[in-house]
């Protein structure tokens, strides 16, 4: 079964590559441009993996976690927060949230793909 992963970030060519990337590894990639758009997405069907960047317009990346998390379905889905941030402050921050790990931008597509396997298989 074909794993299906929600890509939230506001910079369309980052989606592009997420997407472009997971998508020639086999799962499903649905897009939204930010924690908004993504909370939207989230409610009409639950995706095995969210990964969402931190500073976006509307939502950002933290708020869009806590609201996931207050969500019943999305209580044991893993988050990945995909950021510039490397900060060990905003790294907490995350975890407090119930972030479930943490990349830092630019990502290399090869390890993408192997935390997104170790995470959902």
């Given amino acids: 079964m074909t794993k299906n992963v929600l890509a939230v ?12 990337t997971l998508t020639s590894a086999g799962y499903t990639v649905v897009e939204a441009a930010d924690g908004c758009d993504g909370l939207e997405q989230a409610n009409e069907r639950v995706f095995d993996l ?25 209580r044991q ?16 921050q995350g975890r407090a949230a119930g972030a479930t790990g943490w990349m830092v931008k630019p990502f290399d597509p090869l390890k993408l793909i192997e935390v997104v396997r170790k995470v959902i298989g």
Avoid: F, H, W
Wanted: proline share 6%; aromatic share 2%; with cysteine.
């Fill in 9 to 20: 970030d506001d910079s369309t060519s980052i989606r592009q590559m997420v997407c472009v």
């Fill in 50 to 74: 969210v990964l969402t960047d931190l500073n976006m317009p509307r939502m950002d990346g933290l708020g869009l976690v806590r609201a996931l998390r207050e969500l019943p379905a999305y």
């Fill in 77 to 92: 889905v893993p988050i990945l927060m995909l950021t510039t941030e490397s900060s060990d402050e905003m790294k907490s």
